[in-house]
């Protein structure tokens, strides 16, 4: 069974690097649709044995970010940190009985708001969108800078299969 970890940094009614549900603490009442969509992607992708650490940020937190291990010093929508697999599995596999640490994915809110004005999409949608993208590349999968891949047809298809999974921003 997959688990999947979200944490909140910077954003109003949160404290630094709390858990969303800890106690004391109001978490947004998306939260938890928002980990059930994430629980769904793996399990469109066939995957049931991940341990999956997601955190939404400011712009500020994940530009921090972007500068340290991309050598860019802007902001980003999100940013993926894979971990290896074990030995001789390939990433997204491993043994039945054990539980992979896959990684952690970052998604700045403040550029997703951006990316669903310019896009002309939902919150939500982009939400989504951007959940796929960060497992995907945990999965290994890559893009270019621009343009079509095999990857951002496997996110749109994805987008599309899950459309009527709801978070609700």
């Not at 341990?51 to 921090?64: A, P």
């Amino acid at each position: 069974m997959n688990e999947i970890d979200i944490r909140i940094e910077g954003l109003p009614a949160c404290k630094p690097g709390m858990p969303a549900r800890k106690l004391g603490m109001p978490a947004p009442p998306w939260l938890d649709a928002c980990r059930d969509f994430a629980g769904a992607v793996l399990g469109e992708l066939g995957i049931g044995d991940w341990e999956v650490s997601i955190l939404l940020c400011t712009d500020e937190f994940i530009r921090e970010l972007n500068k340290r291990y991309r050598g860019r010093a802007e902001p980003t929508d999100v940013l993926s940190f894979p971990q290896q697999p074990e030995a001789g599995s390939p990433p997204g596999q491993s043994s039945p009985a054990r539980i992979q640490v896959a990684g952690d994915i970052v998604i700045s809110m403040d550029s997703l708001a951006r990316n669903a004005e310019r896009e002309g999409e939902s919150r939500e949608t982009e939400l989504k969108r951007l959940l796929i993208h960060g497992m995907l590349h945990l999965q290994g999968l890559d893009h270019p800078e621009e343009g079509d891949s095999d990857m951002m047809r496997a996110q749109a298809r994805l987008l599309e299969r899950l459309r009527e999974k709801r978070i609700e921003l």
